[in-house]
């Protein structure tokens, strides 16, 4: 059995594995100008958490939080590469940050999902706080958690 890794990123070598993977998967598969994708939270000391998924030792994975105000995080840059994609890794990864932050104090997450993937996110228990808008040209939505 394959085995479900979330680390919390603490060496530009795993940064740049994470880069690696959103570079892939939302500059080369979804056509978004690296420039739009990348910001000022990609970097060790950013106050962002990055996290790296593995599955069975192999980089599969990434998500990010970024502060957004007192006991609330905003989920960022939440993919998988597409050889990892159906195995119900992304609902596992949202489980065990959402108890980890939870733990740590977090009331809230809040983030802003593409229209087409809303309902994996109101699967996991988001809820649709905002109208439909139009980021780097797609239909996005803002959603949110109470932990």
């Known amino acids: 059995m394959e085995t479900l890794e979330i680390l919390q990123v603490s060496s530009q070598e795993q ?45 599969a994975g990434t998500v990010r939080f970024i502060p957004a105000g007192e006991k609330e995080l905003r989920l960022q840059r939440f993919c998988f590469l597409p050889q990892f994609r159906g195995l119900g890794l992304g609902r596992r990864v949202l489980t065990r940050l959402e108890e980890e932050f939870r733990r740590r104090g977090i009331l809230r997450i809040g983030l802003d999902a593409k229209y087409q993937v809303k309902g994996f996110y109101e699967a996991c228990g988001y809820h649709t706080v905002s109208d439909v808008f139009m980021e780097v040209g797609v239909p996005h939505v803002s959603m949110a958690r109470q932990l």
């Open 15 to 59: 940064l740049m594995a994470c880069l690696h993977i959103r570079t892939a998967v939302f500059s080369e598969e979804k056509g978004v100008p690296q420039e739009e994708e990348r910001d000022k939270w990609d970097h060790l000391g950013s106050g962002c958490l990055h996290y790296l998924v593995l599955w069975g030792g192999c980089p």
